[in-house]
């Protein structure tokens, strides 16, 4: 859920981390360039004979030659996951692998405070095109604010500090938060978290997202109280600000719908980095000291068909904040996020509306 496609080209340019102090001890990253390169030299020199490989829905088509691949250039055994994968956040689990001495998973940068049970190689999709004088023409051209902060996918990150320069040119301030610990770098964007924007708000006038898709401007209109444009770097269209006021309030009637809720099912993912367990069952102790009836229930992907039949007024979803957000009309009873559970109870105010950052 937190991909968007992947580009048609890759970079082997390898974008500046933060500085290795500053975050959890990560496993491997790679760009996909170097899918032929040092990624299949350190599969061979730690010999591993069962390598699982995990691919995003974009690229589900290539599964049989980059497997092939793998295969041949290692001598391991290479095994697919097919369920899909959202994010980084949903690593094979050993029950889904059983025997596999590494993952690889394409499309995706690490989460670095996620529990990793296997040594894991993420191969990002990192593209460093994109005419930057035509993206200034067009953030010009679209009359937006000077102080700006900036946010992009992981697969358009590299274009961020050249395009920073080519807008300070044009007398534009922009500004690169660096986020918590559940990103990579600084700048990503992960549907779950945006503290890179959240960092930079206060002094921006407006954010601006570099990358493709809905996916990522959704979700930080909700994060932040500023309006956020996208840039396609490939196009070179720039979408205006979405009504945020008005996603808003179809939040607040869904929490209003859910607050008379007395019979409450508090959802819980056991995958690697949406298990808030410890989460839901505060969660759960929140509703029966406010004199709701609450049940945790478990799952690892969530299928709306599994809630049906079942004696409950509302869900509260601790695992992805997306599902409730851009899934949740799929359920059928209301669906909240943490934080907006927490407002139906009465525990925090309605206003201002806060996103569910997963930190
Ligand atoms: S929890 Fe975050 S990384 Fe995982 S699918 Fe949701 S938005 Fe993407």
Known sequence: MSSDSPP???????????????????PQAFTYRELGERLYSDLREAGYRRIVLQLPAGLT???????????????????????????????????????????????HARIPNMPIHLPTYFVEMRTSEGDLERMADAVQGANLPRKLGLVASVQHLDLLPRFQEVLRTRGYET?????????????????????????????????????????????LAFAVERPVWALDPLQVGISPPLDREKMVGRRLMTIAKAMDARRWGILASSFAGQDRRGMASS???????????????????????????????????????????????????????ATEFLSAIGERPLTPYRFDTFH
């Open 8 to 26: 048609t080209t890759e970079s082997s340019v390898p974008v500046e981390g933060p500085p290795a102090a500053a975050r959890p001890s990560a």
């Open 61 to 107: 088509r290539n599964f049989a030659s980059v497997g092939e691949e793998i295969r041949e250039a290692t001598g391991a055994k290479v095994v697919h996951v097919t369920r899909a994968c959202f994010g980084a956040c949903d690593p094979p689990s050993p029950m889904e692998a059983p025997g596999a001495e590494a993952i690889v998973t394409l499309g």
């Open 175 to 219: 500004f690169v938060g660096e986020g918590d610990r559940r990103l990579a770098y600084p700048g990503q964007a992960l549907g779950c978290n945006y503290t890179s924007a959240e960092d930079v708000a206060e002094k921006s006038e407006g954010v601006l997202f570099l990358g493709t898709g809905l996916f990522h401007p959704l979700g």
């Open 283 to 337: 969660l759960v102790e929140k509703a029966r000291a406010r004199g709701r009836s609450a049940e945790l229930l478990l799952f690892d992907r969530l299928d709306p068909r599994d809630l049906v039949g079942r004696d409950l007024d509302a869900y509260v979803c601790t695992a992805c904040p997306r599902i409730p957000l851009d899934d949740g009309g799929s359920y059928d009873r209301p669906m909240l996020t």
